[in-house]
């Protein structure tokens, strides 16, 4: 999964310490004065955070063609939505997905990228 930071400091900052998301490798590379880094999800999955200057907008918000959401799978939605929003980070409220029953909620990472629970 590879996400493009209009700010790439504060969205370094939320993925390693907010969700606490180990780093693999950051380069910066200058002829596209952009960085990239590479972050562990566990379980084996990775991210790929980069920056660019001045980056677009997304074209809409959240029906944009595209990739629609990163889903992590977790323990407890409710405890970790709690964790999320002592963190400062906004969140939506705990509901329950109408096809599989599973408890989930969603929260958004600095560019407002919606980002999802989902209770395993």
């Known amino acids: 999964m590879a996400i493009i ?9 939320f993925y ?10 950051e380069h910066y590379r200058a002829t596209r004065r952009s960085y990239k880094l590479d972050l562990a ?3 084996g999955s990775r991210i790929e955070l980069f920056s660019f200057p001045e ?15 990163l889903a992590f799978a977790v323990r407890d939605v ?19 997905d ?7 909620a969603f929260f958004f990472d600095p560019d407002d990228l ?6 395993v």
Do not use: F, N
């Open 5 to 13: 930071a209009s700010d790439y400091v504060r969205s370094k900052r």
């Open 16 to 25: 390693t310490e907010t969700l606490g998301l180990a780093v693999i490798a």
């Open 41 to 43: 999800i566990p379980g």
């Open 55 to 69: 980056p677009p907008d997304r074209a809409s918000w959240p029906e944009a063609a595209g990739l629609r959401h």
């Open 78 to 96: 409710a405890a970790t939505l709690d964790e999320l929003a002592a963190k400062g980070v906004r969140t939506e409220e705990l509901r329950v």
């Open 98 to 104: 109408e096809v599989t029953g599973q408890r989930m």
């Open 114 to 119: 919606p980002l999802e629970l989902y209770e």
